[in-house]
């Protein structure tokens, strides 16, 4: 009898057909509280998926482009200032040349002036060294400064 009772009573527990009627309408309720909560759920997923693909779509077609734009611009700029500044070195550098050669010229008229066999004078000896070494050299030296 024992054994009997025990199968009922799981069978009962398990398949409970003979439940109250204020059983049966708390289940329903607790079913459609339930059922609201997981249409609710659903819609906030629906609607959070909307946002992520909305914002992931501005990302990909607004933002990034814009971002990519600006990078090109500042590149092009880069590479536009670089071409300025080699052009405006090689205009200085033609500019500076003449007066180099026109130093180096007076250093070499300097030179040929010299006349070992006139110069009998220290002190003119000395003159033309520092010309030679000093004041020419100095004006080559202001031409780049």
Do not use: W
Request: glycine content about 0%; charged content about 30%.
């Amino acid at each position: 009898m024992f054994i009997l009772d025990y199968l009922i009573f799981n069978f009962n527990k398990i398949f409970p057909l003979y439940s109250s009627r204020a059983e049966v309408e708390k289940q329903k309720a607790n079913m459609k509280l339930r059922s609201q909560a997981c249409e609710d759920a659903k819609h906030e997923y629906a609607d959070q998926l909307r946002k992520t693909n909305e914002a992931q779509r501005q990302h990909y077609e607004q933002r990034l482009p814009h971002v990519f734009k600006q990078l090109q611009d500042l590149d092009e700029k880069r590479i536009k200032n670089i071409k300025n500044f080699m052009l405006s070195s090689v205009d200085v550098e033609r500019k500076v040349f003449p007066i180099i050669m026109q130093c180096l010229d007076g250093m070499e008229q300097a030179a040929n002036s010299i006349n070992e066999k006139e110069v009998n004078c220290p002190r003119e000896t000395l003159k033309i060294l520092v010309v030679l070494l000093i004041v020419l050299p100095a004006n080559y030296y202001y031409c780049f400064n």
